[in-house]
């Protein structure tokens, strides 16, 4: 069996994507990375991740940062730039900065444990039909 690299020929990526800022001064001059960051922000206020309050006294800020990924095409191109603005959690006290936490995590398992119970019980089950 001939695999590319035993015969020579080997499948060229090419790497047009841009570095990613390491920092938000870096990423604030370029207009793409400055949409990213406006899309993530208009995100989470969208779904409600904070509510702005007033500082308490004797209460620090909790920090954050802002994390930057660039998402390629197989062949290299760019596909989209990702901002994430990530909290400092390990600053977080429960009950006083957050109240409840969410994480929507779901198993392709689950997905079709659902499906198949949901199909059994409403009579859409297919039987196939042999010849």
């Known amino acids: 069996m001939a695999t590319r690299s035993t015969v020579g020929t ?5 790497n047009i994507a841009s570095k990613e800022p390491i920092s938000v001064h870096d990423a604030l001059q370029d207009d793409c990375w400055k949409v990213a960051m406006q899309d993530e922000l208009k995100t989470l206020h969208k779904i409600g991740t904070w509510t702005l309050v007033d500082l308490p006294q004797n209460r620090k800020p909790i920090g954050s940062w802002w994390l930057f990924k660039t998402k390629e095409n197989p062949n290299g191109s760019i596909l989209k730039r990702k901002a994430r603005l ?4 390990f600053k977080q006290k429960s009950g006083l900065d957050y109240t409840e936490t969410f ?7 689950i997905i079709r444990v659902i ?3 949901y199909s059994y019980f409403s009579g859409l089950a297919y039987k196939a039909s042999r010849c």
């Open 103 to 109: 994480i929507p995590v779901i198993k392709s398992s």
């Open 86 to 89: 990530a909290a400092q959690g």
């Open 115 to 117: 499906l198949t119970l």
């Open 10 to 14: 080997y499948k060229l990526k090419v």
